[in-house]
């Protein structure tokens, strides 16, 4: 299943025992796609291609600018004004020849997001706004494809699990049920680039984790990150009955 | 009555949640509540009723990325 370059490659993967190459030959099945590569998605991206999963689907509509590089790992200072799913597939490529990588450069309406759905086992949500947040947790529930929602401001960091094959779990509206709410984000309130990306990181743990078979700690669950103390507390999120998306209707 | 409030002890009247946070000044838009370790929808906080010992934890959603 795996050439001999890819033994070598994965050959710290395959030491674990709960991993191993059948779970290597897994991620080298899985397809992800993964939405917003900024903060949170840089490292994501990074670590997904790295671990071998076999088809990454990027996707993000901005370009690269100087106050994005405090925070998003994946680019340099003298990529300024180009594509930033360019830049990262490029980036991607160049990391793990042995992967495919897609580039979607458009914001994504729910017609091109129910398509793109159908090639995806698994979608983390890196983006930087709430209406998007909402949108991603509708149509992954739609089409019942799991959610790692991760999301970031100041030194405080949150993820999630949504598991949207389970007919019973809870979805993201269970837990935040407005688009409208004055929103939080890292242009008006500030981030620290490392919190960010251990959210991002941690993001890329549980998307390995659900490919390969190791149980998810965070399904159902809200996970607040303090960057200050570092201290984790850790909430239940049911499913809401009355749930304008996963509700019964 | 006594609850805790992401630690702190407070001294309360009996009241729904929606009340409770209007009384201590707290926005209700764009905030997240968990009581005793689980989260409570916001549609159900005008009815929720708080009760003596309570945890609360009571933070803001964050979309940023
Ligand atoms: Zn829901």
Known sequence: MLKDSELIRYSRHLLLDDLGAHGQAKLKKAKVLIIGMGGLGSPASLYLAAAGVGSLTICDFDSLELSNLQRQIAYQSDEIGSAKVTLMQQRLKKLNPEISVRCIANKMEEPQFNLELLLADLVLDCTDNMPTRQLINRVCFNGKVPLIVGAAIRFEGHLSFFDHKDPDAACYHCYAPSSVDPQLNCSNSGVLGAVVGVMGSLQALEAIKIIVGIESTVKNKLKLFDGKTLQWQSFTINKDPNCQVCGKK | ?65
């Open chain 2, 1 to 65: 009555m006594k609850i805790t409030v992401n630690e702190v002890e407070k001294e309360i009247q009996p009241s729904s949640i929606e009340q409770f946070l209007k009384d201590i000044d707290s926005p209700i838009k764009g905030s997240a509540l968990a009581i005793n370790g689980v989260i409570i929808s916001r549609v159900q906080w005008p009815n929720y009723q708080l009760q003596e010992n309570d945890s609360l934890s009571l933070f803001q959603v964050i979309a940023g990325g």
